[in-house]
């Protein structure tokens, strides 16, 4: 009896011991698939961004009003377009490495209104100090979505009017209000929570900012959803050295 008790006992332990093993070796799978969806969810994601930027410039091009200024805006606009299509590719060829480049505030800033100012949107900015770094990724794909968001409500209402602001006083806020329709209060419950079927606009993109906002220390909210004052916001404190850094 004692012979067969260490029988069992030793069988029992190999057993348990294989379906460790097996338990490992699907948990290792399922985490390397994660990080491929994660991966290919902000890819798609950025070059969805990229394109937009492309469809601006080439709506600027269709209405050809001013050929020097035409010329002028693309050669600011292509070389961003063509620097962050590079960091899209890296992105893709090293997926488990994560983007922290920094960017001063106030030539995010400059940047950001030099390649959206054909599109009719009222920038206003406070307090932006020189010295102030951002993790550009995140701004970038925060700015625009809720650009593009905003701009899919102006195409199908073209009263509707949008302001982005931006101050860099005691806190990082970065804001876009449109005066569009405010988002349904069933996709209000999951916004920001996770992806969410629409028709005008949010959905995945918003999740995405989010999720990355939320890994760098910073937060993106909904200030207010009212009729003709929808307003998204990406806030974030300003460390002692004046630099926001991924925490």
Known sequence: PALMWHF???????????????KERTLREQTYMNALHQTGAKVTHDVKNLLQSLNVLCSAAERNEDPVALNALIRRNLPVIAQRLQGTMEKLQRPETDSTRLIQADA???????????????FEGDAIGANVLL????????????????????RL???VKMKARFDCGDRVQFSVTDTGAPV???????????PVHSETGYGVGLYQVARQAREAGFELRIVS????????ELAGELSAGKSVLAS
């Open 135 to 154: 993790p550009k990724e995140l701004f970038d794909t925060a700015a625009e979505n809720l650009l593009q968001n905003a701009l899919e409500k102006r």
């Open 108 to 122: 995010w800033w400059d940047q950001l209104q030099k390649m959206h100012q054909t599109l009719d949107v009222e």
């Open 225 to 232: 959803n009212l009729p003709r004052r929808v307003c998204f």
């Open 8 to 22: 069992n006992l030793l069988g029992q332990l190999l057993a348990q011991f294989y379906v460790a093993k097996l």
């Open 184 to 194: 349904p209060e069933e996709i209000m419950r999951k916004l920001l929570r996770g």
């Open 157 to 159: 209402d073209p009263s």
